[in-house]
């Protein structure tokens, strides 16, 4: 593929899976350590989740600001840095066994992270050219996918081999090498700072305000995005429920004996899936329309997770899963391929900066409620399963509504802006 010939591409895409395998494997490794500390209380799990989705709140209105106002390269490669020190921090607190402090180191690390992925992605728009988005996307999912296969159960195992300290090393490994990666990309500045260069004494509540406004103003005014970025929040929900929900269904239904393995079979079994899903969309990308590259499988998997909650029965719970994760490789690499055409490349951060807050948000409200009502008002999980159908549901009728017309009115006004830039190209070479 020509989009491996482009070094800065190649070396950014290995930061975001290094960044994010040790990640994965950090984060399931302390949900398993509170599963197997506080069996009889599940909901230190479930604060455990809500610690990584929780700093969002706190962040969102300078996440975009950051990224689009100051060099993303040197943004993207100190947000390793400095989850790299936490972890170090982190590997001594859990010697301290003082959870509220582990909370507490987790949230700012989680914090940190929220300012990596908008500045990495931006950088990523900037260096490819618009017919390479969708490549990119897919190539992105199906990496996506293999560290989810391997990194929750490699996740598994460094608990039941290395332990809780041994998976923090893991973690403080892969943000320095994410950070070395980034550091050796030699990308031009035009794509690391698209609005011009910007001091920190230049930064304040007024400016931050007004760019954080630009953000929501153009998403606001770009239906098609709007529409995208709604879709988003309402994932969010979902995101929400399969964070926690697996852990719970193999610990308290169908095998409470091992379920470390079997909720890594989860992960192995979803992110199979997603990787078949996304192997056959990104060579599909061109013969079908994104937005039914999003409502079909949408509505699939609405019928899919009404089946989770439904089965007691283990490999068609895990089957079940692997079908949904075919269903999500699609959507991905639409929404992935869809956003970077339809965006302004000097505004990419503050739109990027809007998607994280309002998944968050919406994760963050579903794993407060599950931690309220799960086993304490409702005893069983199928009903959370239930409802989670319900709102992917919703979502597809949304969409099958709002998004024919206006990927319709989009592609209306690409041909019209192409052909606008061949007149004024072909005006330029008269004169």
Sequence with gaps: MEIFKNPNFVKLFFAALSSQMG??????????YMLEHFSSQPYYATLAELMYS?????????????????????????????RAGLSVVLFGALFLDSIP??????????????FFFPAENSLVQGIL????????????????????VFGVGLGAIAYKTIGIHGAVVIDFISFVVSAFLIRSCKIPKGARLPNGKLEWKDINFKTSYRDFRDGIVYIIQ????????????????????????????????????????????FAVSLGIG??????????????????????????????????????????????????????????????????PKIVNPKLMGRVSGWIDPLMMTAQSITLGLIALIFPKFIETIDYIYYAMAVVIFLVFVFYALTLPKLSQ?????????????????KGMKTV
């Design 23 to 32: 990640t994965t494997i950090g984060n399931m490794a302390f949900a398993f």
């Design 54 to 82: 929780l700093p969002t709140l706190f962040v969102f209105f300078l996440v975009g600001v950051v990224a689009d106002r100051f060099d993303r390269k040197k943004v993207a490669e100190n947000c390793d840095w400095i």
């Design 101 to 114: 402090l582990i909370f507490f180191i987790l949230f700012l690390r989680s914090a940190v992270t929220k």
């Design 129 to 148: 050219k618009k017919d390479q988005y969708a490549k990119a996307a897919g190539l992105n999912q199906i990496l996506f996918s293999l560290f989810m």
């Design 222 to 265: 770009n239906k098609l995005l709007a529409v995208i970025i709604f879709g988003f929040f309402v994932f969010g929900f979902v995101n929400g429920g399969f964070a926690i929900l697996p852990m719970f269904t193999m610990k308290y239904k169908l095998s409470p004996e091992n379920y470390e393995w079997y909720a890594s079979f």
């Design 274 to 339: 997603l990787l078949a899903g996304s192997a056959a969309a990104t060579f599909m990308e061109k013969k079908i329309k994104p937005h039914l590259m999003m409502i079909v499988p949408i509505l699939a998997a609405s019928a899919l997770i009404v089946l989770l909650g439904f089965t007691d029965h283990m490999w068609v719970y895990l089957t079940t899963v692997f079908f949904i994760g075919i269903c999500l490789g699609p959507i991905n690499i639409a929404i992935g391929g869809w956003m």
């Design 409 to 425: 009115q989009a592609l209306m006004e690409e041909k019209r802006n192409n052909l606008t830039e061949k007149q004024v190209k």
